[in-house]
């Protein structure tokens, strides 16, 4: 993830917290000269991922700050796990403890989610996708953690890729019609993906030049019945109604991609403490 992807994040979330006023706990109890150190600590077990997005909390706050990560993104930790320390000045330490965790804890929590579903389909061949379900102004942060995590992004807006979705369709009057008329307005490479909902919808889009299908809400018997019809024809993505429970039988059909939206709209945080140790 680039610099760049999150510093622009973590300045409005510190100014969300700080307002006006600043941090006036802290400000008010903690003396100026005070220095501590403090560590984070995993309550929950989980996959790690944020790590410099929390250091550059730090950072914006007070360069002479230092942040020692004692883990990697990426990395496995288990309940009582430290995962990096911070040193400093106290009042410094205390203001970006909040906005330091919200990031983190989410960020790995997304990461620990897309992991899970990761190793759910071990062994069959598909992958694991995000969407565009993410919290507005952070889907470069939710889509890095879902890297992190073992999963492939989607595209990440509406200008990298085309998706042919149902009111498109509406709109437009066919599969057909519709992928012609992209294909003749993007640039050449740019991927081209139909929602179909029916295996009579998959058909036509088999007779177009698309480049991927998204079997939308099949249950597992209709989805290998689309999967085999379509072949190696063209890529096939599941999405819909996708949970850690039945992720493994969805695999089973033999689908390129699934697509979860709930790993990045709704993953659980991963439960991370800040403890000061001096």
């Not at 106290?90 to 620990?112: D, F, P, Q, Y």
């Not at 061949?125 to 102004?137: H, Q």
């Not at 307005?185 to 030049?209: A, F, H, K, W």
């Amino acid at each position: 993830m680039l610099r760049a992807d999150y510093v622009e994040v973590v300045g409005r979330a510190l100014s969300e917290d700080l307002g006006a006023l600043g941090d006036i706990t802290s400000d008010a109890c903690v003396p100026q000269t005070s220095q501590s150190e403090a560590r984070f600590v995993a309550r929950a077990p989980g996959v790690i991922a944020g790590l410099d997005v929390v250091a550059y909390v730090f950072e914006a706050l007070d360069p002479s700050v230092t942040f020692e990560p004692l883990v990697s993104d990426g990395d496995r930790v288990d309940v009582g796990a430290e995962i990096a320390r911070v040193a400093g000045h106290s009042r410094t330490i205390l203001t970006g403890e909040r906005t330091a965790l919200n990031l983190l804890g989410r960020m790995s929590g997304v990461a620990t989610a897309t992991a899970e579903l990761v190793e759910a389909v071990s062994g069959t061949g598909a992958k694991i996708s995000d969407t565009r379900k993410t919290v507005p102004g952070l889907r470069a942060l939710d889509k890095y953690a879902v890297r992190v995590g073992g999963g492939m992004n989607h595209r990440f807006g509406l200008y990298d890729a085309a998706l042919i979705k149902d009111n498109h369709l509406v709109a437009v009057g066919s599969i057909t019609q519709a992928v012609a008329a992209v294909r003749k307005r993007v640039n050449p490479g740019v991927m081209i993906e139909v929602e179909v909902e029916s295996l009579e919808q998959l058909s036509e889009t088999l007779e177009t030049d698309a480049d991927r299908v998204l079997l939308d809400n099949m249950g597992p018997e209709l989805l290998r019945q689309a999967v085999a019809l379509a072949g190696d024809r063209i890529t096939t993505e599941a999405s819909g109604g996708v949970t850690l429970e039945n992720v493994r039988e969805l695999a089973e059909t033999g689908v390129d991609i699934i697509s979860v939206g709930w790993i990045t709209h709704s993953a659980p945080q991963l439960d991370i403490a800040l403890d000061f140790v001096s």
